[in-house]
Nanobody, 124 residues
Framework: QVQLVESGGGLVQAGGSLRLSCAAS???????MGWFRQAPGKDREFVAA????????YYAGSVKGRFTISRDNAQNTVYLQMNSLQAEDTAVYYC??????????????????WGQGTQVTVSS
């Protein structure tokens, strides 16, 4: 069992940046990690994912080139650096962990543990 706690959300103007953090505690082994987001009235959608070593990263087309996922396994923390934020990036952002080695990283069904979410609001 692992617990995930996100932080770093907030209100930012369009074009600005935020860095989200996801701290893992409990059974702190390296998991395949992902970030998802959910805007009001919409389904939860994949944002980015990172392999256990951090060597492989994956992004949704809508954020590629603007967002960067990274991890510090020594600190049991995963980050999501978000640059050039746009109003359509407004959502609750969730961190997720998968026990699989090669999960369907783009699907919420591939993850076993979730954080409580952190709100990101981008004003235009």
């Amino acid at each position: 069992q692992v617990q995930l706690v996100e932080s770093g959300g907030g209100l930012v103007q369009a074009g600005g940046s935020l860095r989200l953090s996801c701290a893992a505690s409990g059974r702190t082994i390296s998991y395949f990690m992902g970030w998802f987001r959910q805007a009001p009235g919409k389904d939860r959608e994949f944002v980015a994912a990172c392999s256990r070593s951090g060597d492989s990263t994956y992004y949704a087309g809508s954020v590629k080139g603007r967002f960067t996922i990274s991890r510090d396994n020594a600190q049991n923390t995963v980050y999501l650096q978000m640059n050039s934020l746009q109003a359509e990036d407004t959502a609750v952002y969730y961190c997720a962990a998968s026990e699989g080695y090669h999960p369907a990283y783009y699907s919420s069904m591939g993850y076993h543990y979730w954080g409580q979410g952190t709100q990101v609001t981008v004003s235009s």
